[in-house]
């Protein structure tokens, strides 16, 4: 079990993701979130996939891309820290990586496989980690990550992005 990290295991900012992870093992928590989302978006039409609420606002296919780049630069981390790598990694801008990701032009049956794929990596990353080395930190965006802040960062920013669909896209 990964323990719940504490106030200064990460940027203060953060912590509006990690307090969406309840109690109990956040890799349980990993995995339902997955089949929630995949269950939210999986019978939409590639129409309704290309959807924006707003001017400028990503579509759904969009969200769909920023949540997997997220969770893999933020696993990528992870593994950095609990390798103890002492480089401080780089911020991640997500409108620019958003830009760049050309999921508005992947099909939504790919983006959610890729999705899906992306999460069994995760999850196994974690698995893979004894209790020390979730607690072992480093640097990105110059400020300190434990590494198992890290996974309830990512469990909640999926939490929270399912969350903006259903509440602005569908």
Same mark, same amino acid.
Not at 64 to 92: C, K, N, Q
Not at 111 to 127: G, N, P, S, V, Y
Not at 143 to 152: L, N
């Given at each position: 079990?990964?323990?719940?990290?504490?106030?200064?295991?990460?940027?203060?900012?953060?912590?509006?993701? !990690?307090?969406?992870?309840?109690?109990?093992?956040?890799? +349980?928590? &990993?995995?339902?979130? &997955?089949?929630?989302?995949?269950?939210? %978006?999986?019978?939409?039409?590639?129409?309704?996939?290309?959807?924006?609420?707003?001017?400028?606002?990503?579509? !759904?296919?969009?969200?769909?891309?920023?949540? *997997?780049?997220?969770?893999?630069?933020?696993?990528?981390?992870?593994?950095?820290?609990?390798?103890?790598?002492?480089? @401080?990694?780089?911020?991640?801008?997500? +409108?620019?990586?958003?830009?760049?990701?050309?999921?508005?032009?992947?099909? %939504?049956?790919?983006?959610? +496989?890729? &999705?899906?794929?992306?999460?069994?990596?995760? !999850?196994?990353?974690?698995?893979?980690?004894?209790?020390?080395?979730?607690?072992?930190?480093?640097?990105?965006?110059?400020?300190?990550?434990?590494?198992?802040?890290?996974?309830?960062? *990512?469990?909640? @920013?999926?939490? @929270? @992005?399912?969350?903006? %669909?259903?509440?602005?896209?569908?």
């Amino acid at each position: 079990m990964i323990g719940r990290p504490a106030q200064p295991e990460c940027f203060e900012y953060y912590w509006r993701y !990690i307090d969406k992870v309840p109690g109990g093992e956040v890799i +349980d928590f &990993l995995k339902s979130g &997955l089949r929630q989302t995949l269950e939210v %978006l999986g019978g939409l039409s590639e129409e309704q996939a290309n959807y924006r609420y707003a001017p400028g606002k990503w579509s !759904i296919k969009e969200v769909i891309g920023h949540v *997997i780049d997220t969770e893999r630069v933020f696993a990528y981390r992870a593994l950095s820290f609990a390798r103890g790598d002492p480089a @401080h990694l780089p911020s991640m801008e997500q +409108d620019d990586w958003a830009q760049a990701s050309n999921a508005g032009q992947r099909s %939504l049956t790919e983006l959610l +496989d890729d &999705l899906e794929a992306t999460r069994r990596c995760t !999850i196994a990353l974690f698995q893979s980690f004894d209790e020390e080395q979730t607690t072992l930190k480093g640097v990105a965006s110059g400020y300190e990550f434990s590494v198992r802040s890290i996974v309830y960062i *990512i469990a909640g @920013h999926e939490q @929270h @992005h399912r969350e903006v %669909l259903e509440e602005h896209y569908l």
